[in-house]
Structure formats: structure tokens, C-alpha cells
DNA sequence: TGGGGTAGGTCTACTATAGAGACCGCCTCC
DNA sequence: GGAGGCGGTCTCTATAGTAGACCTACCCCA
């Protein structure tokens, strides 16, 4: 508690609307690590030391291309390590930099949260979703054809 | 680090590769606050209730229909609450519910590490990017265009 | 009495991004 | 000698996000 009000305190100080990411840490981070395969390559990264087809086989539902372009961007910003192995045929290992260890930590809380709270998260989108709306959405009712709710993919 | 490392113990219990995001909680959190926009809706409502044109104001980059959509995706899971309010013409808050009150702490630790790395980052980026991959990446050379390098956007 | 502003959204059209799946050269194993 | 694994890249298509016009209803001000 004591440390998400110090975190709302420096929310404050970022401009939330700024347009450049590059000036915003939060959005910066987010945009890296919020995507929807480099938070899984740090965790697999995490345990030991993985090569291109292992990760692929642990996570194989990324395709490879998916999987290459993350993997190059985790390595461009540091996170991670590429090792290549002069073997016939050549092997590829990627390691967890210390700037990815670092990330561990912040990213263990986030673990937590979501293994705590996925629960509720569940019945509130049932509870949601079992409300059809009565209420109309929009104040002034247009005439409002189906709202397209997002569909998170299966 | 203990907290790290009891992650890293965590994440080897969950099956990275499996494809319903619903099986893991943490794809499923992370599909949930790594878009583009949720964290920032849950920043701004962290620091006081706010109408939804506020929220526009506050983060004049999205557009209202990204904003629609992501408060409604917010407020299906519980993580935020919608009060209209029946003044002519209606206005419309926004607020913290309980459950995302709860993510501010794990999110504080993200933030603040967003804020101590970025620098990092951002060099390792420049490093990255000024060293023009004089090594082939292909291991097997193929015929190798220019490798497409994702780009962020501004 | 009518023009502009505000409110909370929705709609369509466009574009950027992710996913699929074939392909590559080279090697090993059966 | 064919199959399969290695670490990728290629193209094509489906999906998601973006921009921006539009909507109804009210208020204020002239």
C-alpha cells in the first residue's frame, strides 16, 4: 500500500498524454515487455538458459516469426543474451542479461497479483457478461447496433 | 531477489505454451494490463476519479475508440467501476474499483523499474542499433533481405 | 431562434501488426 | 537416401488498432 501511493505520487510526474513513448518510462516498459510473447520468453529465460527451439517447443503456440523478432528485440534492449555456438550445425542460446534479472523482481509481484486475483478477475467478467446490458452504454441513445465488445483471442 | 527467485519456482508450475490464455493467469493478466492503453487508464484513476473525457484529455493520444473500448474491457474485469451520473447532459466517472486498487503495489515495482532502467535501455538500444549486425543472423545464410526490424511506434 | 460548445459514445474506412506456414542450406541418424 | 532437426526468413492473409466524422440532447449567449 505504502508503496502503490508512493507509485501514484510519481505517476503524477509522467505525462501520461506525452506522444513520444521515448519520454514516458512507463509506456517505454510497457511497450516492451507488455506484448504479448516477451513477458513468457523472460520467464522461460528465467529458469535456464534456452535455445531458439526450446523456446519454441516451451511457448508453441508463438509462431517463428513471432518468436525471432522478440527474441531480437529482447536482445536489443539488453534484456537478454545471444550466444552462438560454432557446432555443425551452429546452436543459438539465449540467456537472461542482468538488466532482464532485474526485471524478475518487479515482474514476480505482477506473478503474484495475477495468480492471486485471476479468480475474481473470472467472475467479475462472468458477472459482466451474464448483465445483458440493460442499461444502455451510450447516454444518448444512438441507434447502437451491437457493441463491439474486443474478443481476447482462445 | 528472494522474491525473484520464489517467481521464477512460480513460473516453472505454469505451461508457458499452453493456448488458453484462461489456463494460465499469467497471459491472462498480462493480455489484460500489457495493452497499450490499460495501464495508463489505471494510472490516471489511480491518482482520482475521472470523466471519460478527462481520461480523453489526459491521454490525448488514444482515440475514443480505443478509450470506449478499454474502459469497457477495465470494467468487465472488475478492475474498475462506471457511474453515471443523471445530469443533463450525463457525465459519466470513471474509478478504481477494489481489485484494481490491488494492482497498483505489484505495478509500483514496475514502474519503478521502468524508471531506474530505461536509461539502461535505451543505451543497450543504441549499442544495439550501432552495431550494424556485421555477423549474419541466419546461422545457415539464406538469401537474407534486411531483417525487419519492428518498429515501435512514436 | 439558432449557433457553438459539451457530453459520452458509435460508425466506417484505412493501416499497421500478428499469425500461418512454406522454404532454406547443412548436418545427422536410421 | 529420405526424414528430421537446426535457426531462421519469406510471403500472404486475418485481425487489431487508428483517425476522424457523426449522433442525440442539453446549455449558454446573442
Redesign the interface.
Known amino acids: ?1 505504502s ?6 505520487e ?3 510526474r ?1 505525462p ?2 506525452e ?4 519520454h514516458c ?12 510473447w516477451s ?2 520468453m523472460i ?2 529465460l ?2 535456464r538458459p534456452h535455445r531458439f527451439s526450446e523456446l519454441h ?5 508463438i509462431s517463428k516469426r513471432m518468436l525471432t ?1 522478440t527474441l ?2 529482447l ?5 537478454i543474451t545471444r550466444h ?1 555456438f560454432p557446432t555443425k ?2 546452436s ?1 542460446e539465449y540467456r537472461l542479461a542482468p ?1 532482464g ?18 479468480g ?6 462472468a ?3 451474464g448483465t445483458p446490458v440493460d ?1 444502455p ?1 451510450q ?2 441513445t444512438a441507434r447502437s447496433k451491437v ?1 463491439p ?2 474478443k ?3
Open positions: 500500500m508503496n502503490a501511493s508512493s507509485a501514484i510519481r505517476f503524477s509522467y501520461l498524454g506522444s513520444q513513448s521515448v518510462p512507463v509506456r517505454d516498459v510497457l511497450d516492451r515487455i507488455g506484448d504479448k513477458m513468457l520467464m522461460a528465467a529458469m517447443r516451451a511457448v508453441h503456440d523478432q531480437r528485440d536482445e536489443r534492449d539488453g534484456l552462438v550445425p551452429p543459438v538488466l534479472q532485474s526485471l524478475l523482481d518487479p515482474m514476480a509481484g505482477l506473478i503474484d497479483w495475477a495468480d492471486r486475483c485471476h475474481d478477475i473470472h467472475a467479475a467478467r458477472r459482466f457478461d442499461v452504454r447516454a444518448f457493441p465488445v474486443r481476447k483471442m482462445a
